[in-house]
């Protein structure tokens, strides 16, 4: 008798689905490049803020983000976190730097 579980492919298409948008709003080579320093920065900030001084952790958090932040402006795209909060205040959103976007999807005035 086979099993299947809908819930773990469900899962792993929401992943697959999560990877393919992470790597489409990460295409620069420098800022694929920094958010591999700043990401686990800011996850191992959270850890540091019950091992050691709490400021060594909200330094690593902000460091990270920071890292990011950075890697995101020369690719020329928001911030992933930033985008659901200008989306719901109904500013313009750069998922996808316009360099990168399928000809289709870009602005007019993108050249």
Known sequence: MAHTFPIARKLLAFAARARRNWLLRHQNGFNFAIHMVG???????????????????????????????????VEGNDVGEVIPLKRMLGLPVVAVAPQYANPAERPADAT
């Open 39 to 73: 990401i686990p920065l800011a996850f191992a900030g959270v850890p540091l803020l019950f091992v050691t001084e709490w400021y060594w952790g909200v330094a690593a958090i902000a460091g990270g983000y920071f890292l990011q932040w950075v890697g995101h402006r």
